[in-house]
């Protein structure tokens, strides 16, 4: 008796650890956005347009494909009991059935049909960019960004990833500073290979390709920081190079924007333009 009571009080404290754990996980996703958060087994939470797009028809998809599975387990499992050998001795002959083979050809091109519509809405949400109020581009390096603003002057600054900052590996020095509910347009290039500029909250992922300019835009439609990583295998550092972007508004970017010309003037940080100068020497 006090050894089942043992096991159940055992049990009881197992169930409380779980539940204390969910409980912390939840706290947990509830605080953070724009960074990946404990236990959490969904989409990051969407700040733009685009990433609500692309989280419904996750989710539209998600359920679909459930219904499917499920439809297609069940005719399974009705096979297997009703006409095994045992259960069912001697086999129907039967060949065709005109009704069925016509549901069953419609009813695939309908779903097709309800998949595409949402599907192309969204893709053209993303490929038909809107028109910027900003321009930013982001230069991808071994093992960091390069941001400049091109409708802003000819300053450029560097975006190291800071070890002593939180969030761990997602912090950076100088981050990536944007105006909220504005239309900003990226521009994506590599100095050396190919990396990728990847911001999960915002439904972005774009490759950076030496020598191509790629583009993409997003709106961000609340303030807050939102990190992102590289996303294209780019050599030993390919984890160490996060991308962190601070929304804010419309009058703190103004000051912002004229902080960082001075801070920056002074700084022609381009260590691509010092390395093809050293190499042309
Ligand atoms: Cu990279």
Redesign the pocket.
């Known amino acids: 008796m006090r050894m089942l009571r043992g096991q159940f009080g055992h049990r009881l404290l197992g169930l409380a650890v779980i539940g204390a754990g969910l409980a912390v996980g939840g706290a947990a996703y509830a605080q953070v956005m724009g960074q990946p958060a404990p236990w959490e087994y969904k989409l990051q939470e969407a700040a733009t347009p685009v990433m609500e797009n692309i989280t419904w028809f996750h989710n539209f998809m998600l359920w679909l494909i459930t219904a499917i599975t499920l439809f297609v387990l069940a005719l399974l499992v009705i096979v297997v009991v009703k006409f095994n050998s045992k259960a069912n001795p001697v086999p129907s002959k039967t060949t065709h059935n005109t009704l069925i083979e016509v549901a069953w050809t419609i009813i695939p091109v309908l779903i097709l049909v309800a998949v595409s519509v949402p599907s192309f809405r969204l893709l053209f949400l993303q490929l038909d960019i809107p028109k910027a109020d900003l321009t930013i581009k982001a230069t991808?390096k071994?093992?960091f960004w390069t941001y400049s603003y091109p409708d802003n002057g000819p300053f450029e600054f560097d975006s190291l990833m800071a070890q002593d900052k939180q969030p761990r590996l997602l912090a950076v020095d100088n981050e990536v500073v944007v105006p909220v509910n504005k239309v900003v347009r990226v521009q994506t290039t590599a100095a050396d290979?190919i990396?990728?500029f990847a911001v999960p909250s915002f439904g972005i992922k774009i490759d950076a390709i030496p020598g191509r300019l790629n583009e993409t835009w997003f709106k961000a439609t609340k303030t807050g920081w939102f990190y992102g990583q590289?996303s294209?295998l780019?050599?030993k550092d390919?984890a160490y190079?996060p991308i962190a972007i601070r929304v804010v508004t419309e009058q703190e970017f103004a000051a912002w924007l004229e902080t960082a010309k001075k801070k920056f003037a002074s700084n022609p940080s381009s260590t691509f333009a010092s390395a093809t100068t050293t190499q042309a020497q």
């Open positions: 991808g071994q093992w290979v990396h990728s590289c294209e780019c050599g390919h190079m």
